[in-house]
């Protein structure tokens, strides 16, 4: 049985909804809910920009084409998605992190990524 961690986020409040168009998370539940079968840690609730999907991409995770043999439609700009932390760092350490939804971003993605970096490229509305 899969055992989901407590959903907090990385201010220490209930962890908020991420997406659910498309829909997200690694329970595809919307949430960057997270437990320890997620190896990836798909805990950064990232808005997507052009330049970040490009990035990903050029990397080895295409994002942008859809799958639909996995029900993926594939992201745009503007979507929101559960990012695992450390591409998340990976974009951020290259300049090219996309925004982050603090609210959205489970706790457990500190493990991975400090604070003051997901602060850094916080969401503003």
């Known amino acids: 049985m899969i055992e989901k961690a407590p959903s907090i986020n990385v201010l220490g409040t209930e962890l908020k909804t991420c997406s659910t168009d498309p ?12 437990c320890a079968q ?8 990232a808005v997507m920009t ?3 999907l490009a990035y990903s991409k050029y990397v080895g995770n ?7 043999e996995f029900g993926f439609e594939g992201l745009k700009p503007g979507d929101a998605w559960c990012l695992c932390a450390s591409r998340f760092l990976q974009a951020h350490d290259e300049g090219c992190a996309p925004k ?3 609210h959205a971003t489970h ?11 997901l602060k850094e490229n916080e969401l503003l509305d």
Do not use: K, Q, W, Y
């Not at 997620?38 to 609730?45: K, L, R």
């Not at 706790?107 to 970096?117: F, G, Q, W």
């Open 38 to 45: 997620d190896t990836g840690s798909h805990t950064v609730c």
């Open 62 to 68: 295409d994002l942008s084409t859809p799958r639909p």
């Open 107 to 117: 706790e457990r993605a500190l493990e991975i990524v400090p604070l003051s970096v």
């Open 100 to 102: 982050v939804n603090l």
């Open 23 to 34: 829909m997200t998370g690694f329970f595809r539940n919307g949430a960057c809910d997270t």
């Open 50 to 52: 052009a330049e970040f």
